[in-house]
Each structure stands twice: as structure tokens, then as C-alpha cells.
């Protein structure tokens, strides 16, 4: 049984730093695409950042460019996103997502087949 397991988020003060943690089980994803999604109470789910298997490629949404890192342990199943200069808007549930599926979209939510149950986080200003 495959499981994505986020951690690492919690309430944190603007201009702070945190890193979240995916570990993944049941299965090697060594060679799959991995993201990270966030998503506001009462709004849709939102591309944040993802990673090739290799690492070959990083893609990340504009709001986040220069400020989020994403990462990636093979040999651990693991995926991560260092986030620093965290600011209020930043605040959301945030999602591990794994295993693109072939020919798409690496920001669309639709594009993944497994999920997190999510991390919250929490900016405060």
C-alpha cells in the first residue's frame, strides 16, 4: 500500500524559515515526478513546486520562485521543500503528491496519482 506522509509544518512567524518532509512508502519513487501543492480554506488546490525523478527538473510556481527549494532523498523515498522569508499568504495545507502521470502537466493537480493527507501551515504576521 502506497503512503505519503508530510510533516514538518507548523506556526511560524513572517520571515521565518520551515522545511517539509514527504516520506513515502510501499513503493520506490525514485524515478517519478514529486510535488508539492497548498491549498486555503474555501479555495482550490494550487501547484507550488516539483521535481524530477533524476532532478533533472524543478518547476515551481511564480509565487514561490526564489523563495521555496524543493528536494529529494531517493535513497531515503523522500521529497522535501525548504520554504524561507515565509509570508502570511503563505499559509495553507500543504501536500505531497507523487508519481506524475505520463504526458502531463507537472502543476496540475490532476496530474498526480498519490497524495498526503497534508501539513498545516501557518504564517502569522
Known amino acids: 500500500q502506497v503512503q505519503l506522509v508530510e510533516s514538518g509544518g507548523g506556526l511560524v512567524q513572517a520571515g521565518g524559515s520551515l522545511r517539509l518532509s514527504c516520506a513515502a512508502s510501499g513503493r520506490t519513487f525514485s524515478s517519478a515526478t514529486m510535488g508539492w501543492f497548498r491549498q486555503e480554506p474555501g479555495k482550490e488546490r494550487e501547484f507550488v513546486a516539483a521535481?524530477?525523478?533524476?532532478?533533472?527538473?524543478?518547476v515551481y510556481a511564480d509565487s514561490v520562485k526564489g523563495q521555496f527549494t524543493i528536494s529529494r532523498d531517493n535513497a531515503k523515498n523522500m521529497v522535501y521543500l525548504q520554504m524561507n522569508s515565509l509570508k502570511p499568504e503563505d499559509t495553507a495545507v500543504y501536500y505531497c503528491?507523487?508519481?506524475?502521470?505520463?504526458?502531463?502537466?507537472?502543476?496540475?493537480?490532476?496530474?498526480?496519482?498519490?497524495w498526503g493527507q497534508g501539513t498545516q501551515v501557518t504564517v502569522s504576521s
Open positions: 503528491a507523487a508519481e506524475l502521470k505520463y504526458g502531463s502537466s507537472r502543476s496540475r493537480e490532476s496530474s498526480y496519482t498519490y
Open positions: 521535481l524530477s525523478g533524476s532532478g533533472a527538473i524543478t
